[in-house]
Each structure stands twice: as C-alpha cells, then as structure tokens.
C-alpha cells in the first residue's frame, strides 16, 4: 500500500492565500509600480477576474509589497459587507478618513503634536460633512460625465434640512467643496506620499452599491496622493452599472462608465494546466506533508521553476525533499482530468477537492474505501464525461474489465489501440492518467455500485462566466428571433457550458411569474441535441416546477414523454395542466 493509498482527501478553506501558490507575483508586482509613478496621480487600477479567480490573493500580495515601500498608507474596503447600507457613499468616505487619522496617530508617520492636532481637526470637519441620511438619489447620467461643475452637483445631492438650523455655524453639514477641501489637506506634508485603498469583491455588490462606490471614489475621493485598487469582474462592474442606468444605450453607457473611473486595467491570467496541477501539488503538499519553512521553501522553488517555464513547477529539492511522488501524481491526475472550463480559477480547484474529500468520506461511511488516487480518477470520470461513466456502471464485470483494458491502451497510446466505439475522443485524455483502474475490477464495481445512487452536479466555477451569463439573457430574452439565435450559439457551445445553461434556465423558472421563455428554450435545447434531454428532463420533473406549470406550457413538452407522465403522476398539480399532459400523452 502506497502513502496515498490511506490519505485522507483534505478540505480547503475560500480564504485569500498570504502566500504566492497561483504564479501571481508578477501582477502584484505590476500593480506596485503603477500605484508608486510619480506621473499617475491621482490613479485607479482595475484587477479583472472571474469569481474565485485570486483577486483577493492579489490584494494581499500587493499589500504586503506596498509594507516595504514605506510611507504609504494602506486602507482595505469592502463594499459588500456594508452593501445594504443607506450609506454606501459615506460609509465608503468615512473609512478613508478613519485609516488616515488610525495612521497619523500611530508611531508609523512622524508628525509634530501641533502639526497632528490640526490635521486630526480637519478629518473631523470632513467626517462631519457626511451627512448623508439626508442626500437624494443620485442621477447617475449626471455623475457618469464627471462634469467639472462637482460642487453643484453634491449640493444637489445634499439639500438641507430643517435639523440643519443652528449647526451649520459651527458643523458643515453639505458635501459641497469636500473635495476641494480634502484635496487641500492631502497636499499638505502629512508624513506619507500616498494613501492606497483596496477595494474587493466590489462585483458581489447590489447595482446601486456598485455605483455608489465608484461615485464616492471618482467624486469625492481621487485627488493627489490618493490610488485604487478595484478588484472585481468587470463585466458583472458593467452589469450593475447598466442595470441602474436602466440599460442606457445598451450597456455602451456603462463601458464608457467604468472606462473614465479604472485607467489602468490589469486582467489576471487564467490557469494554465502546469499551473492548475502546480497549485493542487501545493495545496495537498502544504496540507499533507509539509509546513513552515519547508513549504515556504516548496513555494518559492516553484516560483522560481514557473519564471523560467519548467513544468512540472512543483518537484522534490536536490535533496529530495518536498512532495512525495503520490502527491504529485495526484496533481497530475486531476489537472489532467478536468478540463480548462473546471480549473482556470484557483476556487473551481478548491470546490473539486473539497466535494472529493465530501465524496470519499460518504464512499467509506458506505464501505467503499477506494485508494485516493484511484478516487479521483472516477470522479473526474463522472464530472467531466458522465455518458462513459453511466455505460461502465451499467456494463457487466467482464465487459467492463474489458472496455477499460481497450480505453487505456488507446489513452496511453499504446501502438495498435484503437479507440473504444462506446467512449468519445475528448476522454483519451482520463483514459492516458495513471493509476490504471485495470485489476481494480472488484473496487470499481463496488463505487460505480454506491456513486449511482448519488446525483452529482456540482458547478466548480461559483459563478458563470460572462459568455454563459450573456447566453442565458438571450434564451430568456422577449424576441423570439434572440431566443431562436442564443439556442442556436448554446448548441454550438461544450457539453459543460450546455449543462451549466439548463441548470441557469431551470432555477429561472421558479424565480419568475410565467417561465414560458425558459421552458420554451429549454425544450428546444432537448430537441435539438438529444444528449441533453436527460439533464432537461431532470430539470423539469422537479415537483416545485411541476406545480408552476399552466396549460399553455404543455405543448411545448411534447417532446419530454417523461415530463409528460411526471406531470400526471404527481400530486397537486393544476387538474387543467394534468388534462393537457393527458391529450399531449394520447395525441389529441
């Protein structure tokens, strides 16, 4: 029994890594230089990604970078943990001007006390200017021209009120001539030379959230000395930025929006194959095997191997120590297996490993204790190419025995073999991977006997990506040509990304008053490409859909006989909605 044979599959937090483990150096280190030149002042920077694609690790690396600079003053936002505020704005501001007098006052800026008292007297006068529970709604078409007429358009926003009488001698209650005012304090000698605000998970924020934020940075915010950092997915920055314009202009507004307020654009790399299986090599190593020094030492080697492109980027030292060799097949087996759709952000990894670890556990609970590495073969086999792993659950032992002797030899390339007529072309690359499954026949059966009764549909990426998200509006769209087109563009797309479409089109049904567009292009999806009348079938014969189907939905079920009889079958379904199934089930 090898090592791996008895490991346990680990569970992994979503945290933001402190350590280098995706190759992302040499962003952070970009984003250092482009917030330390002396000729981009005021300056924001945009670090684009997908969901889980390592923003946050980037804004943890360019922290600790912008910690040896020296006098500059860091501050973190996030605008989502106070995204249901009345307040974004304020709050926003009012964070700044809280880290500024937090670092003034600390040992770390060097200030003479009277010199201190007199800035720490201007940040009040500017905290108190937030009086924000009394401001208007922004027009946003307004502020989006960032017209040069600021003091007039925050007075707008900021009409005075009756509790106002008495404290305006004394407290400055408008938001008029702030920036002005807080652009003069920042060109004073403050004992720092620029403040940076890192602003995450901007892209999970609600629309008016969203604008909020840039607003209070664009208006209010960005004068000498001052730099952002906006970590977000710009095309869902874009989405909400469209969606509280009321999709002016098509989103053309929008784009021209969020281009006036990031001048530097910075878009992380997806993960390449080298280095998904680099960053599972790290993960399982720092959590199996090594700790402290020695995997920082494993971190850096691979750093190191990464700039000079020598895949594999994770191997043992001259000295042999560092991952085992279980630890890096494993990686190499799963990076192998899953294909760039699954593993092009460093969360999509993390929920694989995490679901393996929940599916080994369940397997040995049933008394299937396959070998770890064994394991991730035939769960990659059952995520990525589901009608194989289906045809071996169903074939006898022998049979079975014998088609994985076959796919083997031909995903090996082994001369001579040929490809099994059951299996597809895209599998060659499962089938090449090592361990072998063949011998393994009593295992195996055993798994595909308990896997079957479990339904897996796990989506690794968190979110789907902006070409997904911009197929799932078109098959939901009002035009009936948009429908017609989008289904034609989704089946001409992957099997994963059809998949990741029903699953959208189906959740969409109960969200919604009449879902005759979902249903309408989920079913077409079906007829057009029977691979998917499974996975739409599954969709449909959910109870809760059941019962939110009316008559008129009916006919275009035809095509589902499974459908069909699930709606007659179960209980409390609409008796007029039954009676259609009926005559669609007997032609009439």
């Avoid at 924001?44 to 500059?72: D, I, M, P, Y």
């Avoid at 008053?513 to 057009?528: C, G, K, N, Q, V």
Wanted: glycine share 6%.
């Amino acid at each position: 029994m090898t090592t791996a044979d008895a490991l346990p599959a680990p569970l992994f937090d979503d945290n933001p890594a402190v350590e280098d483990l995706l190759g992302f150096t040499g962003v952070a280190e970009a984003v250092v230089r482009v917030l330390t030149a002396g000729g981009l002042d005021p300056v924001t920077v945009g670090v684009q990604g997908a969901w889980g694609g390592g923003k946050s690790t980037v804004l943890n690396l360019v922290a600790q970078r912008l910690e040896s600079v020296g006098h500059v003053i860091v501050v973190r936002v996030d605008p989502w943990e106070f995204d249901d505020s009345q307040d974004v704005r304020g709050t926003l501001i009012a964070l700044v001007l809280n880290a500024l007098q937090e670092q003034l006052s600390s040992q770390t800026v060097d200030l003479p006390a009277s010199r201190m008292w007199d800035v720490v007297t201007k940040l009040n006068e500017l905290r108190r200017r937030i009086a924000w529970g009394r401001v208007a709604k922004v027009l946003v078409t307004s502020a989006a021209t960032m017209t040069p007429d600021i003091a007039g358009l925050v007075d707008a926003l900021t009409p005075a009120g009756p509790d106002d009488a008495g404290a305006a001698q004394d407290k400055p209650q408008s938001m008029a001539g702030f920036r002005e005012d807080f652009e003069s304090l920042m060109t004073q000698d403050l004992g720092f030379t620029k403040v940076v605000v890192l602003v995450d998970d901007l892209d999970r924020c609600l629309p008016a959230a969203t604008v909020a934020t840039l607003e209070a940075i664009k208006l209010f915010l960005s004068v000498k000395k001052m730099a952002f950092v906006l970590a977000a997915d710009e095309d869902l920055v874009r989405a909400s930025v469209d969606r509280h314009l009321g999709g002016l202009k098509n989103g053309v507004f929008a784009a021209l929006y969020t281009e006036k307020i990031v001048q530097i654009p910075i878009s992380l790399p997806v993960l390449t194959q080298h280095d998904a299986e680099a960053y599972v090599a790290l993960l399982l190593a720092g959590n199996l095997q090594m700790t402290g020094t020695e995997a920082t030492a494993m971190v850096e080697r691979a750093s190191e191997r990464r700039r000079a492109g020598t895949a594999p980027y994770v191997v043992p030292d001259e000295d042999g120590a560092g991952p085992d060799a279980d630890v890096l097949s494993m990686a190499a087996t799963v990076a192998t297996g899953l294909s760039a759709d699954m593993w092009q952000t460093p969360r999509a990894v993390k929920r694989f490993l995490n679901n393996l670890s929940i599916r080994q556990h369940i397997a040995r609970a049933a008394g299937v204790d396959l070998p770890l590495q064994v394991l991730i073969r035939m769960y990659v086999l059952e995520l990525r190419h589901l009608t194989e792993f289906k045809l071996l659950a169903a074939l006898p032992a022998d049979e079975r025995a014998a088609l994985l002797q076959q796919w083997e030899a031909w995903g090996s390339h082994q001369e001579g073999a040929a490809k099994p007529e059951q299996v597809d072309e895209r599998t060659r690359a499962w089938a090449g991977t090592q361990p072998s499954l063949a011998g393994r026949t009593a295992e195996i059966d055993r798994y595909l006997s308990f896997a079957s009764t479990l339904r897996s549909d796990v989506r690794f990426g968190g979110a789907m990506d902006a070409g997904q998200r911009e197929l799932v509006e078109r098959l939901l769209s009002e035009s009936d040509s948009e429908r017609r087109a989008g289904a034609e563009d989704a089946l001409r797309a992957d099997e994963e990304t059809q998949q990741v479409l029903v699953g959208a089109l189906a959740g969409h049904i109960l969200r919604v008053e009449d879902p005759e567009h979902a249903i309408e292009s989920l079913t077409r999806l079906a007829r057009d490409n029977g691979l998917l009348v499974p996975a739409v079938t599954t969709a449909l014969q959910r109870v809760p859909v059941l019962r939110c189907l009316e008559p008129h939905h009916v006919p275009m079920l035809a095509a589902l006989p499974g459908v069909l009889q699930s709606i007659v079958e179960t209980d409390d379904v609409d008796e007029q909605v039954v009676r259609a199934a009926r005559a669609e089930m007997t032609g009439r």
